[in-house]
């Protein structure tokens, strides 16, 4: 069962099927993960906008589990300012017990200086102690530069200082770790043909004490128009931690496709 209730500005996509999905299976350690913050946002038009979604998962018979996911999205549009926030969750039990529970909350805000540039504040809160994430604190201020601005492309670039605190369930004697960050991004969106649309988001976070210490993640897919409003959508996502846990791999790759419906 699945309940979407999005505002007439939000995202309006269902996706019909997922033929293929290369990804790790086991619930691997959280730690590293960056979370992409670029998309999920309609255009920045004046005043409120946002979407709402809610799943409800039931299996019984050889697999039984009730899951639970839920987000939101909110926007704000006034003169120079633009806030925006996020937030999601998820909560799995089987059996009786609970045996998956994450959530996600971003706030960012951008002021635009000039018709390009824009400053750019972020605070971030994440927990999935699942993955053994106990939870994630970031704090983050920098500037935003739209390179390119046009009809059929977008393109921007990103700077910012990231405060990190984290804490890691089973390791208690570690404590939490507090660490400085940097956090750059690009971001670029465009029809390449008048069928097939790219889309493109990477981040990399190095440790400014130590730049051998990075991390990073790229977003990527394309859009290829099938008929009337159906597209074939097939998106590549790689992952990479320069130092990640023990017996845990630096990279983790995932590609998929499938088809979106609009309306």
């Given amino acids: 069962m699945i309940a979407s209730i999005p505002t007439p500005r939000g995202a309006r996509s269902l996706c019909l099927a997922a033929v293929l999905s290369l990804a790790p299976g086991a619930a691997a350690p959280t730690e590293g993960q960056i979370i992409n913050t670029l998309r999920r946002w309609s255009d920045a038009e004046p005043g409120w906008s946002g979407d709402v979604e809610g799943t409800l998962a039931l299996a019984e018979g050889n697999t039984e589990y009730l899951e ?63 993955r053994r994430l106990a939870r994630r604190t ?27 605190g984290e804490e890691i369930t089973d390791d208690p004697d570690r404590g939490i770790e507090r660490e400085g960050r940097g956090s750059f991004f690009l971001s670029a969106i465009g029809d390449l043909t008048e069928t097939l649309r790219v889309d493109v988001s990477t981040f990399y976070q190095p440790l400014f004490s130590d730049f051998a210490d990075a991390r990073a993640y790229t977003a990527a897919s394309l859009r290829l128009d099938i008929v009337g409003e159906l597209d074939l959508i097939v998106r590549f996502d ?5 130092r990640p846990p023990e017996d845990v791999e630096p990279t983790d790759i995932r590609l998929s496709t499938g088809l979106v419906f609009d309306f």
């Fill in 138 to 164: 970031l704090l983050g201020a920098g500037a935003r530069l739209d390179v390119v601005r046009r009809e059929r492309w977008e393109a921007a670039l990103g700077l910012s200082y990231m405060y990190e």
């Fill in 238 to 242: 790689l992952t990479h931690d320069s």
């Fill in 68 to 130: 639970l996911t839920g987000g939101a999205n909110v926007q704000l549009v006034a003169e120079r300012h633009r806030l925006r926030g996020l937030g999601s969750g998820s909560l799995r039990r089987a059996s009786g017990e609970k045996i998956a529970e994450s959530i996600l909350a971003h706030v960012r805000h951008n002021y635009s200086l000039t018709a390009l540039v824009s400053t750019l504040v972020f605070v971030q809160y994440q927990a999935d102690p699942f």
